[in-house]
């Protein structure tokens, strides 16, 4: 009852990991423009995404466009790009591949435990992947983003801020952390348990038969043996004596 608790909740989490892994992938504010120095032009905000490029004025929509080329990106988000996909990929195939596994669904036989615990240890893997597929980009890029920051070299209008998608990845890599942490350990610690489960089939040849009134039985007295006098005398002697008992005397008159 407990592992199948922490499943649901494993469930959850991956869920909600997938959700914010999908929506930090396909959001265009990984960088946003620094107000800064002789930057002081807020009714205008850029934002630099894996995808596209965003400009915000006040009070008017924004206006998306997608890069013309791959190969004009930088380095961290071109690779970004295809671990952001592969994150997506990866927690979405571990979500499927769990619900095969829990205790809740029968796509399993429930007498088949050990094959249920390898399933779960199996997506609880991929999960764990995926997070590191989300935690790579998404520090990688903070980490430029702060590297210009103070850069000397640049101008105040080249520099950059942390944008909303990267803190959404983040939040996003500690929920398939903790979902693919709950799937993998709990199962390989109960796997490493020698206690064995049995499992009753419901089709089995036991038959239930009603209480039978106890009948009432008669009384059976068997006869007492008389005893029977001999004119030989015993050969049973008492001590070990070398003359006849009282009792073989008595036996021969």
């Given at each position: 009852?407990?592992?199948?608790?922490l499943?649901?909740?494993?469930?959850?989490?991956?869920?909600?990991?997938?959700?914010g892994?999908a929506?930090?992938?396909?959001?265009?504010?990984?960088r946003?423009?620094?107000?800064?120095?002789e930057?002081?032009?807020?009714?205008?905000?850029?934002?630099e995404g894996?995808w596209?490029?965003?400009?915000?004025?006040?009070?008017i929509?924004m206006q998306?466009?997608?890069?013309?080329?791959?190969?004009?990106l930088?380095?961290?988000?071109?690779?970004a790009?295809?671990l952001?996909?592969?994150?997506?990929?990866?927690?979405?195939?571990?979500?499927l591949?769990?619900l095969v596994?829990?205790q809740?669904?029968s796509?399993i036989?429930n007498?088949?435990?050990?094959s249920?615990?390898m399933?779960?240890?199996?997506?609880?893997?991929?999960?764990?992947?995926?997070c590191?597929?989300?935690?790579?980009p998404?520090?990688w890029?903070?980490?430029?983003?702060?590297?210009?920051?103070?850069?000397?070299l640049?101008?105040?209008?080249?520099?950059?801020?942390?944008?909303?998608?990267?803190?959404?990845?983040?939040?996003?890599?500690?929920?398939?952390?903790a979902?693919?942490?709950?799937?993998?350990c709990c199962?390989?610690q109960?796997d490493?348990?020698?206690?064995?489960?049995?499992?009753?089939?419901?089709?089995?040849?036991?038959v239930?038969?009603?209480p039978?009134?106890?009948?009432?039985?008669?009384?059976?007295?068997l006869?007492q043996?008389q005893?029977?006098?001999?004119?030989?005398?015993?050969?049973?002697?008492?001590?070990h004596?070398?003359?006849?008992?009282?009792?073989?005397?008595?036996?021969y008159l």
């Amino acid at each position: 009852m407990a592992n199948s608790a922490l499943e649901i909740v494993g469930l959850l989490l991956t869920v909600i990991g997938l959700i914010g892994a999908a929506a930090s992938t396909g959001m265009p504010m990984w960088r946003v423009t620094a107000f800064i120095g002789e930057n002081i032009i807020v009714f205008e905000t850029r934002y630099e995404g894996l995808w596209m490029n965003c400009y915000r004025q006040a009070d008017i929509r924004m206006q998306c466009k997608v890069y013309d080329s791959l190969l004009a990106l930088s380095p961290d988000l071109q690779a970004a790009r295809g671990l952001m996909c592969a994150a997506v990929a990866l927690s979405g195939l571990g979500l499927l591949i769990s619900l095969v596994g829990l205790q809740c669904t029968s796509c399993i036989d429930n007498s088949n435990d050990r094959s249920k615990r390898m399933v779960l240890i199996i997506a609880g893997s991929m999960i764990l992947m995926s997070c590191i597929c989300v935690l790579i980009p998404v520090s990688w890029t903070g980490h430029v983003i702060i590297t210009d920051f103070y850069n000397p070299l640049l101008i105040d209008a080249q520099r950059r801020e942390l944008g909303e998608a990267l803190y959404i990845g983040w939040v996003a890599a500690a929920f398939l952390f903790a979902g693919g942490c709950m799937f993998t350990c709990c199962n390989i610690q109960s796997d490493d348990k020698s206690s064995q489960r049995y499992v009753y089939s419901r089709n089995t040849d036991y038959v239930a038969y009603p209480p039978q009134p106890l009948q009432p039985q008669q009384l059976m007295f068997l006869p007492q043996p008389q005893p029977v006098l001999s004119r030989h005398p015993s050969s049973n002697y008492s001590y070990h004596s070398r003359h006849p008992s009282v009792r073989s005397g008595v036996a021969y008159l």
